[in-house]
């Protein structure tokens, strides 16, 4: 049920409402009336407007009681815009200049108003046309170990922990979405599917009747549905970075909530290799990418041994949280024991988000919503055949995950995949 007040707000209704808010008006500069709106919104699920004014911009963000991409059909509720700004705010307060400041919320419109990223663009498109971003993979891991450490058990004492998951565990609706189209609809016969046809008819079934590979995402979605680790981003492929050359920034947190670590690093490894299997799609005699390809494959490395080297600084720099109780390992071998635990956890966390990243990549070409870096891939033929090598990795990913026992296999084995 919409709440009373809600209404979509639209190009005309937008700046009188901005003018009533006065933080906002003064980063416009000016009046309303020379105020320009243009709605941008690309994504799957809520209504994005720029607005310009002589002195500055700003993004508001709306979210519409039903999904974009499907229509009035497929409701959902507006409380996403609400678990957002939580979300933004606690990112905002553990890696600080990594997402849009927050400038004014509205829990009635479930409308967010937030910092203008200009010139950013979203990397994905970026990295379709082979442009490198210097930057993303220092800034990447900075935002994942600092978010997801510092919302762990390892930072937070046990009863913050707690509130915190209980903040964010109203946000079924959207994690209901993941657990649906991730985890269960492309290993089975469901509306929402759609892939290269007939190209990949038969990989789709072999899919579909591959026991392994259904209890392993299974495993994953339990994983998913049980383990409060950390709070995720939850949504964190290359469509929810925006970039210039020197600067890298995370948006569109609707789908957080307190979940295992892996989905969200997985989500990052997922997005690059696919862009990477994409490329040969890209490449022409005038344009070839391979050079491209290594960068992006560099990336999958930096993204996973950078990320590991902070998450472990963190630990040892800065644990407050109730694991590991410091009293347990002050000794000699408590110290050794510990370091060597620290090390233990983090392969397990990659293990996992090597699984996550499978499924990721997996529901990406089998399932409801795909990724342009394939789908502008105009001649069905090659974008089957960078599917197909996308979708053999992912099910080695996921089926003999401890196989990997290193980033650079991953990406070897990438490489191989001819
Ligand atoms: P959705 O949840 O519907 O996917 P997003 O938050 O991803 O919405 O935003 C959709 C698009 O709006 C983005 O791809 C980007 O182009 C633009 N956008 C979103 N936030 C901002 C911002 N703060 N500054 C500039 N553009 C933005
Ligand atoms: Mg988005
Ligand atoms: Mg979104
Ligand atoms: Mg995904």
Redesign the pocket.
């Known amino acids: 049920p919409v709440p009373e007040g809600y209404a979509p707000k639209d190009d005309n209704s937008l700046p009188a409402y901005l003018a009533a808010v006065p933080a906002v008006a003064a980063r416009l500069g000016g009046g309303p009336a020379g105020w320009r709106v243009r709605e941008v919104g690309d994504?799957n699920l809520n209504l994005v407007f720029i607005v310009e004014g002589p002195a500055g911009g700003v993004a508001v963000k709306q979210a519409l009681p039903y999904v974009r991409l499907v229509g009035e059909s497929w409701p959902l509720p507006l409380s996403r815009a609400h678990f957002e700004q939580m979300a933004l705010a606690t990112q905002a307060k553990h890696a600080p200049g990594l997402v849009p400041a927050v400038l004014h919320y509205d829990e009635t419109l479930a409308l967010i108003v937030m910092e203008l990223l200009h010139p950013h663009i979203i990397m994905r498109q970026g990295m379709i046309k082979a442009v490198r971003y210097p930057g993303f993979v220092n800034t990447i891991t900075d935002f994942m170990a600092r978010t997801l450490f510092h919302t762990s058990d390892l930072a937070l004492p046990a009863a913050e922990k707690k509130a915190a998951i209980a903040a964010f565990c109203g946000n079924t609706a959207l994690c209901k979405i993941t657990e649906d189209l991730i985890f269960t609809e492309p290993y089975m016969v469901a509306e929402n599917n759609r892939w290269t046809t007939p190209q990949l008819d038969n990989i789709a079934k072999e899919i579909r009747e591959d026991g392994d590979l259904k209890v392993a995402v299974s495993r994953l979605k339990l994983k998913f549905l049980s383990e409060a680790q950390a709070l995720l981003h939850g949504?964190l492929h290359t469509?929810?970075v925006m970039v210039t050359q020197d600067d890298t920034r995370v948006i569109?947190p609707e789908f957080a909530f307190y979940g295992p670590m892996g989905f969200d690093i997985g989500a990052v490894i997922a997005n690059l290799l696919i862009n990477y299997f994409s490329q040969d799609g890209h490449a022409t005699p005038d344009d070839p990418r391979g050079a491209y390809q290594t960068w992006v494959l560099d990336c999958v490395e930096g993204c996973w041994n950078d990320f590991r080297g902070k998450f472990v600084a963190l630990w040892q720099n800065g644990a407050a949280g109730d694991a590991y109780p410091p009293a347990l390992f002050a000794d000699a071998a408590g110290t050794e024991a510990l370091k060597a635990e620290q090390e233990a956890y983090m392969d397990r966390l990659f293990q996992d988000s090597l699984s996550f990243a499978a499924a990721k990549m997996i529901r990406r070409i089998l399932g409801l919503a795909h990724n342009i870096d394939l789908e502008w891939i105009e001649d069905a033929d090659v974008r089957a055949a960078c599917e197909t090598r996308c979708l053999k990795l992912a099910r080695d990913l996921m089926v003999n995950t401890a196989n990997y026992r290193s980033i650079e296999g991953v990406t070897a084995a990438a490489r191989a995949m001819r």
Request: zero cysteines; aromatic letters at 0%.
């Open positions: 994504g949504d469509g929810s569109d």
